[in-house]
């Protein structure tokens, strides 16, 4: 496993070992009542301080997903919540699973395309591109569009998990998401590090998100690497 490097605006480091453990529990690649490596070979495989592991396994316990027993170890409980930071993000590594991150490729303000569907009630939005990962694996490019009336974007502020911005900057929490997966043309403004060049047919989510009013605040593109990651929906 591995951990994305600390930026400004990433999450704090015990919150991405606990999503990441999280969606590994969500794939089936920890299994109920399997019982964790000991915390410092754990803290020595991630790279992190054993202070670190602690507080990320906390949470885990908090959310009723781990149960430490004295002098046994840390056990996992799959009756617990999976609540989780990225819950909507779903894709994962072939694998299952996997920490997500992005790098910011441009942020700007402008007017929507007509050619896009009706989202929001601005004629215009804020634009992010964005390459991402899971765990340091490149999968994806993704071209996000906030309506202008849903608020101010600073690229400075921006973090990992966009919807965790809005929140914490823009005072507004999505709450639905309707996918809509086909495939399409990689965009020509995909950068080199992309696994796949521009033109090329490959996986790709129409996203609409909601806040708390009836039009969607977001319409997202995200086209995908079928390769290196797959999409998934787990129903319970």
């Known amino acids: 496993m591995q951990t994305s490097s600390q930026t400004s605006n990433a999450l704090p480091l015990y919150l991405q070992i606990s999503e990441l453990l999280i969606r590994d529990i969500a794939a089936g690649r920890l299994i109920d009542g399997e019982r964790l490596p000991p ?50 993000f779903r894709l994962e590594l072939l694998t299952g699973g996997g920490l997500p991150r992005a790098d910011i490729l441009s942020v700007e303000r402008t007017r929507k395309p007509e050619e896009f569907p009706a989202f929001g009630t601005s004629a215009e939005g804020t634009r992010i591109r964005r390459l991402r990962y899971l765990n340091d694996v490149i999968i994806a490019v993704e071209e ?63 996203r609409f998100s909601w806040a708390d009013g009836p039009e969607p605040v977001e319409y997202s593109r995200t086209w995908f690497d079928t390769a290196r990651a797959h999409y998934v929906q787990r129903l319970k």
């Open 39 to 88: 915390e410092r070979d754990m803290a020595d495989e991630l790279g992190i301080s054993i202070g670190t592991l602690r507080k990320a396994l906390a949470d885990l316990t908090e959310k009723g997903l781990l149960e430490r027993i004295q002098g046994s170890g840390n056990y996992i409980r799959q009756a617990g919540t999976h609540e989780s930071i990225y819950a909507m």
């Open 144 to 206: 996000i569009w906030l309506d202008g009336d849903a608020g101010h974007v600073k690229r400075e502020l921006l973090s990992d998990s966009l919807y965790r911005f809005y929140q914490k900057h823009l005072g507004f929490w999505i709450v639905r998401a309707e996918d809509r997966v086909t495939i399409d043309a990689v965009p020509e403004w995909a950068p080199e590090p992309f696994t796949l060049k521009p033109g090329t047919i490959t996986g790709f989510i129409e």
